[in-house]
Antibody, heavy 126, light 108 residues
């Protein structure tokens, strides 16, 4: 049974930092590209960041580029999101999600998500 | 960026009825790379449909995806009590991937 369990959320002041974790079990983590997706209160879903299966490639949404860092520790089957210089508009539930791609996408491939965690709430407020 | 517009915003139906949810894109979704997710309160989204019409593992066959180009539909036949939730579409044919704003399916 696949499980993704996020932790590390909480209330933090603007400009401060927070690190989220996502513990993964039930799948071969080291072969999986992983993402963070967030959902502001009462809003839809927004993709945040991705890390490749081997950690060599990382990409970010423009809204978080330069402030957030995604990483992974395959020895612990854990995904991380280091969030620095937090702003009130970063307030959201943060989900980790496992990537899946269509096998016939050719060289221009983008993901959908076959497994998600339950999310962890981050509130940025003074 | 492809914008996905879901309609209606809220749909109120009774168990046993059929739900029809729409997702319209501002430009054609390449290769019909469109997914549907179900989200219940306090939970992460659950993948229902990918490739516009392929059912994800373990998803009941009352959930049917259809459509192509810019217009996609999620049909839920014979609504069960556990189907009342929020549904999102997502396109993954073009960067950046984008999500619709969601349709809330309420019990009437």
């Amino acid at each position: 049974q696949v499980q993704l369990v996020e932790s590390g959320g909480g209330v933090v002041q603007p400009g401060r930092s927070l690190r989220l974790s996502c513990a993964v079990s039930g799948l071969t983590f080291s072969r999986s590209a992983m993402h963070w997706v967030r959902q502001a209160p009462g809003k839809g879903l927004e993709w945040v960041a991705v890390i490749s299966f081997n950690g060599n490639n990382k990409y970010y949404a423009n809204s978080v580029k330069g402030r957030f860092t995604i990483s992974r520790d395959d020895s612990k089957n854990t995904l991380y999101l280091q969030m620095d210089s937090l702003r009130p508009d970063d307030t959201a539930v943060y989900f980790c999600a496992k990537e899946e791609m269509s096998p016939d996408c050719g060289g221009d491939c983008y993901p959908y998500f076959d497994y998600w965690g339950q999310g962890t709430l981050v509130i940025v407020s003074s | 960026e492809i914008v996905l517009t879901q309609s209606p915003g809220t749909l109120s139906l009774s168990p046993g009825e059929r739900a029809t949810l729409s997702c319209r894109a501002t430009q054609s979704v390449r290769s019909n790379y469109l997914a549907w997710y179900q989200q219940k309160p306090g939970q992460g989204p659950r993948l229902l449909i990918y490739g516009a019409s392929s059912g994800a593992t373990g998803v009941p066959d009352r959930f049917r995806g259809s459509g192509s180009g810019t217009d996609f539909t999620l049909t839920i036949n014979r609504l069960e009590p556990e189907d009342f939730a929020v549904y999102y579409c997502q396109q993954y044919g073009t960067s950046p991937i984008t999500f619709g704003q969601g349709t809330r399916l309420d019990i009437k």
